[in-house]
């Protein structure tokens, strides 16, 4: 009996350990009904603390903690950029497409520096339009 029941523990714990996020899901401790606005903003901001001064981006560092943040701030937008005001769809695209390579550390620096600009104006426009 002792047997089966820790067998039964053991199979709820492997079960319960192996469950994955909903698919299209990039992020934890937030909900899918989370307001767009917030969370994007929220991962913009997050990243920033990261990224150098505006105007400073040769001398940014892509070291991994900065590409992890950028990896974040693309499955953030990617999940929720789709719900955010019309107005800012190209931002959001914008923002989409140069955080998928700003999350790659093999991209080579000049690319980085020039694909940092393009995020930095659009995410401005993100968190302009949000307010």
Aim: glycine share 10%; charged share 25%; with cysteine.
């Amino acid at each position: 009996m002792k047997r089966l029941a820790a067998s039964a523990l053991l199979f709820l714990l492997i079960a319960a350990c192996g469950s994955s996020p909903a698919p299209g899901t990039y992020s934890t401790g937030g909900d899918p009904g989370d307001d767009p606005c917030a969370r994007v903003v929220s991962a913009i901001g997050y990243a920033g603390l990261l990224l150098e001064p505006e105007g400073r981006e040769d001398a940014q560092d892509f070291e991994d903690a900065v590409i992890g943040r950028l990896a974040e701030v693309h499955g953030i937008t990617r999940q929720f950029g789709p719900r955010l005001p019309d107005s800012l769809a190209a931002a959001v695209r914008t923002v989409e497409s140069t955080t998928a390579d700003l999350s790659k550390a093999q991209v080579p620096r000049e690319r980085q520096v020039a694909l940092l600009k393009r995020y930095r104006t659009a995410a401005g426009q993100i968190e302009a339009g949000c307010r």
